[in-house]
């Protein structure tokens, strides 16, 4: 989806400040960023961004979304003023394997996310395939990834763009029965007082230096630091749903592609898509 572009609203200045500090790390990442006190989605705004070929590394940021959502269209809750709702341009298609760099690029922005929240809080969450942070069986943060690709077969690639869009929940909120029960924050698990634009900025920062390993092609310390962070990724059941009907296995890690292995009785099942429930 596509939202219609409106001139965006002042840059608050927790979040000026601390952009200023770590610009030099940043690279192209925020060159040019948009701040919306309310809109539906940041990423539908990324997305209208991309068809006008806006460049890559552009960010824009809400205080609140109508509209916001997560994997499988699930609704991303987004109070104003508690967490971080951003999204960004990036073009793998311009990386030395497009098809790999886009493959990895949910994997890689997790890592990411972690390095760049331990940054700036001293936290440490884990990973959760494909998209989540979790603090215990809480989750602290989502990311959701939507391409815009012009062309087809090999040649799409190389006008491939990619909406990376992240939340994380910074402030405590009255969030709904359903959310509340599964979700943490930056300030519930630390007892203090988070200072949400530099942790905007770490983040972002840490994607660009991510962001470039991965372009480069090296992507071997990402895949080996993504395993580090997620220990669930091994020995834990899980559940899921195939052509074959319900299906459940014990994670045995992820394979060089990003794909989760999931070992049933004597084989490996590869799993790249869809629901899985972790026991």
């Not at 390095?115 to 603090?135: F, H, I, Q, Y």
Request: charged residues 20%; aromatic residues 6%; negative net charge.
């Amino acid at each position: 989806m596509r939202e219609p572009i409106r001139p965006s609203d002042p840059l608050p200045a927790e979040f000026a400040a601390a952009f200023d500090e770590l610009r030099p790390r940043m690279g192209r990442i925020g060159h040019h960023v948009l701040f919306y006190d309310s809109t539906g989605s940041t990423n539908d705004v990324a997305a209208s961004l991309a068809a006008l070929d806006m460049a890559e590394g552009v960010v824009v940021i809400a205080d609140t979304q109508t509209a916001g959502r997560g994997r499988r269209g699930r609704r991303w809750f987004s109070p104003p003023g508690s967490g971080l709702y951003v999204s960004l341009l990036l073009n793998p298609g311009r990386a030395a394997d497009p098809a790999r760099a886009t493959a990895l690029l949910t994997l890689t922005a997790g890592v990411a996310l972690v390095d760049g929240v331990r940054a700036a809080t001293g936290l440490a969450p884990e990973l959760k395939w494909p998209n989540d942070l979790l603090v215990g069986r809480r989750k602290l943060a989502g990311i959701l990834a939507e391409g815009i690709a012009a062309g087809a077969g090999d040649a799409a690639y190389d006008s491939l763009q990619v909406v990376l869009g992240f939340g994380i929940n910074v402030n405590p909120a009255a969030y709904p029965a359903d959310v509340s029960a599964r979700a943490t924050s930056l300030e519930s698990e630390l007892g203090r007082c988070i200072d949400r634009g530099m942790v905007c900025a770490h983040v972002l920062a840490a994607i660009a230096a991510r962001y470039a390993d991965l372009s480069a092609g090296r992507d071997d310390a990402i895949l080996d630091d993504w395993r580090r962070c997620a220990p669930g990724s091994r020995g834990v059941r899980v559940r899921w749903q195939d052509a074959a009907g319900p299906r459940s296995g014990i994670t045995a890690g992820i394979d060089e592609t990003g794909a989760l292995l999931v070992q049933v009785n004597d084989t490996i099942q590869r799993l790249v898509a869809g629901e899985v429930l972790w026991d």
